[in-house]
Structure formats: C-alpha cells, structure tokens
C-alpha cells in the first residue's frame, strides 16, 4: 500500500497519481516521433501537479510539462525524466474577461470566445496546441499575439511549491518569449484574458486584406475573420495524418542597419518593423519573412529527404511523411539553417522545443 510521503518539507500521497515508465511520446505529439518518457503522468489539478513534481524530486528526476504537444520535436532517446502532460480544464466567463485552464485546447476556446461575441484572439484561430502553451509562447499570427489579451497568468512555482499570479507586465513577453519559457520552475495552470465586446477588425495583414478583397467584403464581422483566418491557415498547412509541429523556425530579428544591407542585396525581401507597442525588442529592429528566406533565397518548399521534408505550401513547416525519426528531421533542418546562414549571414532559430 502506498502511504503519503515527506520530501523537501511537503508530503505528499503518491495515491493521488498515476505514473507509468517508458510512455511513448510520439502520440502526444502532431510530428508522431520520438522515443520514451522514463516517467508519464496526466495531472488535473494543483494536488496532482504538486504531487508529480514532489515524485520527480524524490527520484531525481528532470521534468518537462507537455500541453498539446504541438510545438516539440522529441529525440529517439526519448526523455530520461517525469513528462507532466497537463490538463488543467474549464473556462469561466466574468463579462469580458474569461479565466481559462491551462490544459484546454487553444483552438476550442478560440472557437467558444467567438459564439460569445468576445474580440481579440480570432486571429490566432486554428493555431494547435494548449492556452498554456500560447502563454508560455507567446503564440502570434496575422498581426496578433496573444501577449496584447493577457491580463495575467497563474503558474505552479516548483521551487517554493506555491500558485503565484503574474500580471501581464511582469510577463517579460516578447516574440516568442516569456518568462514561463525562461524559467522552468514556473508551470502555467490557468490564463486570464482581456476581451471586447467591440472590437476592431485586425484585417491590415496580407493574406487576411486579400482574402476580404477577393470576397468584397469591406468590414468584416467577428465570425467571418475566424473563417477566414480558418481558410487562410487551412490552405497553407499539411493533410491530416502528415506530422508536423508547425512553424519550424522563428522570423529573425536584425538590426535596421542590417536590414538595408540585405534589402540591397535582396530587394523584395519581406520584413516587418519592431516597433510595436509592448515589443521589448525596440524600435531599431527588423523581423525579417523566415518564410520569405526558405522560399526565395533557399528554394525550400517542397524539398525532401526520405519522409522528412518541408511542405509544398509553407516553407515554414517540416513535416513527417510517415516513416521518419528525430533525427532525419533535424538534420533537414540544420541543413536550412546552413543554407541559409551561408547566402545571407542569418542566423535561423528553432520555435520547436526540441525534447
């Protein structure tokens, strides 16, 4: 019988979870490789997230929080540690603002924030993964990121083994970034976000302004700028069944002295300013078209070796054919990275975690 135990000045029951040894790790993840977790626990809620962490202490092990497993690439070795898949369900409406649990799945509450009339994530629509991945993220599409709704998340302090709440400027949100993703002691449990009953279309992106232009359509409502950023992304991604962990690589940030470097050397490059509210990147800064690299100076789109490979649509995005492993992935990957380090002295960075 298992009894409730004492570690670094906590008990805790180990009756309240389940572990299990060597889960593999590919089903948990939209590319569908990898090796083995060493130790797998679902957890719900906070006892159950305290006690996995207390088990991971007692055993000495390294812990890495999964949410929908769509932006990690896991190694053929697997990870030798305890995989935490959290779960943290339930979204509460207080007017505009709504509480939402870390576990639950980004797309759905983009899709019931809608039916509820409620502004301000419809351009992230479609984007996979869980809301405690967007805040960890710092997710972003179509001239949106999902830093400018957040009024703050709640986390599971590993090191003092506590719930604290850090409102949106104590984030350290930047493109990409926060300081969940810094510090691995800080797993997110809940999101809170800040909506609007009236909102102003964000149609001033590209492909959003030509999808409404080709249709006539002047002043979008809300449910028609979820449709159309549904189209929009459905049209660029992968079939279903092909892995993928989406956009490989970030856009690169550079100086603006760089930029016009490039730009002379390259002059339809696509770029886009720094300079935007909340951006802690400042206002000397250029993010260039990752995207724009891969597809006009690397001739990526469609390259592939084996069944690893870069989609025919979206030069972004590696995929898994079906018969690939880690490693076939990540060398295509390095192999762009190179590529494109070599023609233009840019430096691409994986948005995949790599496990």
């Not at 670094?8 to 490789?33: K, R």
């Not at 679902?42 to 769509?70: C, M, T, W, Y």
């Not at 279903?240 to 002059?267: C, D, H, M, W």
């Amino acid at each position: 019988m298992k009894r409730p135990r004492y570690v670094l000045g906590v008990f805790y029951n180990p009756m309240n979870i389940h572990i299990s040894e060597q889960t593999p790790l590919a089903p948990f993840t939209t590319m569908h490789v990898g090796g083995n977790a060493r130790f797998f626990v679902h957890v719900k809620n906070v006892e159950g997230l305290s006690d996995a962490v207390l088990f991971a202490r007692e055993q000495n092990l390294p812990i890495f929080v999964l949410g929908g497993g769509s932006n990690t690439l896991v190694s053929a070795a697997g990870f030798h540690g305890l995989v935490i898949k959290m779960e943290f369900k339930g979204i509460t409406y207080d007017n505009s603002r709504i509480t939402v649990g870390a576990g639950e799945v980004w797309d759905e509450v983009v899709e019931d924030v809608v039916s509820h009339n409620l502004w301000g994530i419809e351009n992230l629509s479609l984007i996979p993964g869980s809301v405690g991945g967007a805040a960890v993220q710092n997710i972003g599409a179509y001239g949106v990121e999902a830093r400018e709704t957040i009024f703050s998340v709640e986390v599971f302090d590993t090191e003092i083994m506590q719930i604290k709440t850090f409102l949106r400027e104590e984030c350290e949100f930047g493109y990409r970034e926060s300081i969940f993703k810094k510090n691995k002691n800080l797993i997110v449990t809940r999101v809170a976000f800040d909506l609007a009953t009236n909102g102003t279309p964000r149609t001033d992106y590209e492909d959003v302004k030509k999808y409404f232009a080709e249709r006539g359509i002047i002043s979008p409502i809300l449910r028609e700028i979820r449709e159309a950023i549904i189209a929009i992304r459905t049209g660029k991604m992968p079939a279903l069944g092909i892995g993928t962990a989406g956009s490989f690589f970030k856009n690169p940030v550079v100086s603006a002295t760089r930029y016009e470097e490039l730009k002379k050397q390259f002059p339809e490059i696509k770029a886009y300013p720094q300079g935007a509210k909340g951006n802690s990147q400042g206002d000397n800064k250029v993010k260039l078209s990752a995207a724009w690299l891969l597809d006009h100076v690397g001739k990526w789109r469609g390259v592939r070796r084996g069944d690893a490979g870069v989609h025919e649509k979206q030069s972004l995005i590696l995929v898994n054919y079906g018969g690939s492993t880690p490693e076939e992935i990540l060398s295509l990957a390095d192999e762009m990275k190179r590529d494109i380090k070599e023609k233009t002295r840019v430096t691409l960075l994986e948005e995949v975690v790599i496990l």
